[in-house]
């Protein structure tokens, strides 16, 4: 086969992965102004519904350690389209829910769908254009962003305009449109599965071989991604409490979405290998007066400074990412697992703790205090972190969705 038509195949590839990121991430991020509103529907109190993110923060971003892992281990091709079938079919269902276990139910399954796809893509996008990772893998994430910019704003506007049962239609064109997309998805499995050569690295190996850089990452990881999970949340409770409704809610957060897709762009555009160790600490501590200002800003001035911290927060996103497979060059998927995933999770657990607090003192200006000092804490714990040696391959920088959404790709 000729190279032209290698580099053909490859991006018509990397497109379809892109759009079904677009789509599953769109779906993932949907939930994000429907908290309030589930809450009210169900009853309950605060706790109940921190609860339920708190599981679905945990299936959305823990899980992907095991999914990455097996990827590292044996062929997952086929989760580039189950994920994606599974993910869009429960979430798409959450405005239908009537009882809590119906919700958590449904965040569940519909996280693993979500979390099974992003390793494996991540590991494709690597294969369809290899001498131009970084330009695929920033056209990938962008996909991803643009998913979790859209969610929220057409789930905000359509349940606030038709109610949160209307959502359930959305399932259909979702669904279509993967299933359109799947052909192309299953042809690449094959030579993704050609291309590793035995298996990888087993779990305890790579615990003995690398097992403190893996604690390092996750609990630096952890104060990074506080802030990105929490923000979006804690936004919509503030906004809520402020008596905006769903749209606009949905808006603020879109902007937030937006701007982490943004940021992703200028990442791949001006961070090199030089410059990623002062980026890695000097972002989070520039977004911690942003997460203080959210509670005393109002109108298009917190369109602004949400937009303004997701596009902060973007930018470090895939140096973190990358510096951690730099880090354990044994194990990239589960370094990356780890960088974009439980950390996530982990992270998503003490802002739904936070959360719960914030909401019980009728005050949700607390959580964005609580973010500032764990992002400042960030940036000051980045400067600890290790260099990769000179024998550590050079990683490809990679782009999440925690998911997630921040929700995140490798």
């Known amino acids: 086969m000729s190279s032209r038509r290698v580099i053909s195949n490859g991006v018509a590839f990397l497109i379809v992965l892109t ?12 939930v994000h102004p429907l908290w309030p509103d ?43 389209w189950a994920g994606p079938l599974v993910g869009i079919a429960c979430m798409g269902a959450v405005g ?53 910019s859209l969610g929220p704003l057409g789930s905000g506007w359509m349940s606030e305009r038709y109610g949160l049962s209307f959502l359930v239609w959305n399932i259909t064109w ?50 990074r991604t506080m802030p990105a999970a929490g923000a979006p949340i804690a936004l919509a409770f503030l906004l809520e409490s402020r008596g905006a409704g769903n749209s606009r809610i949905g808006l603020v957060q879109a902007a937030f979405f937006g701007g982490i897709g943004l940021g992703g762009l200028v990442c791949a555009a001006l961070v090199n290998r030089k410059r990623e160790r002062p980026v890695l600490w000097l972002l989070p501590i520039l977004a911690a007066p942003l997460l203080a200002a959210c509670p005393v800003v109002a109108g298009p001035w917190m369109v602004a400074a949400s937009g303004t911290l997701g596009l902060i927060v973007g930018l470090g996103l895939p140096v973190f ?18 960088t974009m995933g ?10 739904a703790g936070i959360m719960a607090v914030s909401n019980h003192l009728g005050r949700p200006e607390l959580a964005f205090i609580t973010f500032a000092a764990s992002s400042m804490l960030a940036g000051l714990a980045c400067l600890r972190l290790p260099v990769p040696g000179k024998h550590l391959v050079e990683s490809t920088p990679v782009v999440l969705d925690p998911a997630r959404p921040g ?4």
Do not use: C
Request: aromatic residues 8%; glycine residues 14%.
């Open 96 to 148: 239908r829910a009537d009882s809590l276990p119906v919700l958590v139910g449904l965040l569940m399954l519909g996280g693993l769908g979500v979390a099974a796809f992003h390793p494996e893509a991540a590991a494709a996008v690597g294969h369809a254009l290899p001498e131009s990772r970084s330009r695929a893998m920033s056209l990938f994430a962008t996909g991803g962003f643009l998913g979790q």
């Open 19 to 30: 759009l079904v990121h677009l789509i599953i991430d769109a779906f993932a991020a949907s």
């Open 38 to 80: 589930l809450q009210k529907r169900l009853g309950g109190g605060a706790a109940m519904i921190q609860a339920a993110f708190l599981f679905w923060s945990l299936t959305t971003s823990a899980s992907q350690l095991v999914f990455g892992y097996f990827g590292d281990r044996y062929r997952g091709g086929w989760m580039l």
């Open 174 to 223: 979702g669904l279509a449109l993967v299933a359109i997309l799947t052909p192309w998805l299953r042809s690449a499995t094959a030579s993704i599965g050609s291309s590793q050569n035995g298996r990888g690295v087993s779990l305890p190996e790579l615990i003995q071989a690398s097992g403190s850089r893996l604690g390092t990452l996750a609990w630096v990881g952890v104060l």
């Open 342 to 351: 439980v950390t996530w999770g982990l992270g998503g657990a003490l802002v």
């Open 321 to 338: 990412i990358s510096y951690g497979q730099q880090l354990v060059p044994e194990g990239p998927r589960i370094a990356s697992s780890i």
């Open 407 to 410: 929700e995140a790709v490798a």
